[in-house]
């Protein structure tokens, strides 16, 4: 199952930086999540449920946050928002628009971490978390 590997691999990153912060807590693990990236959302709100489970992230929420799917129309040569990930068509004069400029994101946002000796609340970027991005965001 796709989404429990990406679920697993989220788990491994903020395990990862927690481990790094000395056993930050992980708050929320936030992600962008675009319509083409091949993942349901909800499965894997659920299979990350499943893979937090026994790990010290057992109350780590993931907050996905998703991405609108942007292509370029040809015709009005103007950027649109489209609206059905079937058709890829311009919602203005109904071209298909096959160049996709957003829309397969799948790649961490933040991680909201509570350092453990301060109890400060801080957001690690995802230049932080290089590593997740060379585990699953660059499958096909
Ligand atoms: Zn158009």
Do not use: Y
Request: aromatic share 2%.
């Amino acid at each position: 199952m796709h989404e429990l590997s990406i679920a697993l691999s989220l788990i491994d990153v903020a395990t990862e930086e927690s481990d790094r912060r000395g056993g930050a807590a992980v708050l929320a693990v936030h992600l962008r999540l675009g319509p083409l990236a091949g993942v349901v959302r909800e499965a894997l709100l659920s299979a990350f449920q499943l893979a937090r489970e026994d790990t010290h992230l057992a109350e780590t929420e993931l907050v996905i946050e998703d991405v609108p799917l942007l292509a370029f129309c040809p015709i009005c040569q103007q950027e649109r928002t489209i609206a059905s990930v079937q058709e890829l068509c311009c919602p203005v004069c109904d071209t298909p628009c096959g160049d996709v400029l957003q829309g397969r994101e799948l790649e961490i946002l933040a991680l909201e971490i509570v350092e453990a000796e301060t109890d400060d609340r801080t957001v690690a970027s995802n230049q932080d978390c290089q590593k997740l991005q060379s585990d699953i965001f660059l499958e096909p």
